[in-house]
T-cell receptor, first 111, second 117 residues
């Protein structure tokens, strides 16, 4: 069945270092991928997305990489800041509205 | 603040009671989604509206759950005869859908946290 998962449930990084959060997906028909950030008590916040016809997309301090061969997605955060501490979800969608979320990775940023 | 609002933010109820949640999407967004999120998990899709039409319902949405979007703007999610297993965060999201079948960014509200005693 469809599944979106994350390799590591928690990630701890030093402030200023780069963070890499990984995600595996199993539905090869998925054509749209999104990363969300969720802080405690809030709804998920859109960070960046990528469509299946791309393998890299950059935003402000964030980069998403998509490797369709191994069905792997990653989120890179440059110069991680304390405000980046949150749970990060990858999500996938295949040709429509239904979005499937993974379980999340909690990012801790140490000052 | 994404522009999607939900009310109430918190709800405590006793098992067997009915509860209703409201979502106000971003005003120009024609698509509205409901999700459920339990502790430590990602949001799970419940249902989806295109304007006032409910186009898809998850198998998670038992017949005790009903959602409406009567005028294509705000939406309500009602749970009848609540059970302890209904305790979760209920999230609403909206998006501006232009092309049929094409995914677009969903913007989430802050959620309604439900606790069923």
């Amino acid at each position: 069945g469809e599944s979106v998962g994350l390799h590591l449930p928690t990630l701890s990084v030093q402030e200023g270092d780069n963070s890499i959060i990984n995600c595996a997906y199993s539905n090869s028909a998925s054509d749209y991928f999104i990363w969300y950030k969720q802080e405690s008590g809030k709804g998920p916040q859109f960070i960046i997305d990528i469509r299946s016809n791309m393998d890299k997309r950059q935003g402000q301090r964030v980069t998403v990489l998509l490797n369709k061969t191994v069905k792997h997605l990653s989120l890179q955060i440059a110069a991680t800041q304390p405000g980046d501490s949150a749970v990060y979800f990858c999500a996938e969608s295949s040709g429509g509205f239904k979005t499937i979320f993974g379980a999340g990775t909690r990012l801790f940023v140490k000052a | 603040d994404t522009g999607v609002s939900q009310d109430p933010r918190h709800k405590i109820t006793k098992r067997g009671q009915n509860v209703t949640f409201r979502c106000d999407p971003i005003s120009e967004h024609n698509r509205l989604y409901w999700y459920r999120q339990t502790l430590g998990q990602g949001p799970e899709f419940l249902t989806y509206f295109q304007n006032e039409a409910q186009l898809e319902k998850s198998r998670l949405l038992s017949d005790r759950f009903s959602a409406e979007r009567p005028k294509g703007s705000f939406s309500t999610l009602e749970i009848q005869r609540t059970e302890q297993g209904d305790s979760a965060m209920y999230l609403c999201a909206s998006s501006l859908g232009v092309l049929a079948g094409e995914q677009e960014t969903q913007y989430f509200g802050p959620g309604t946290r439900l606790l069923v005693l």
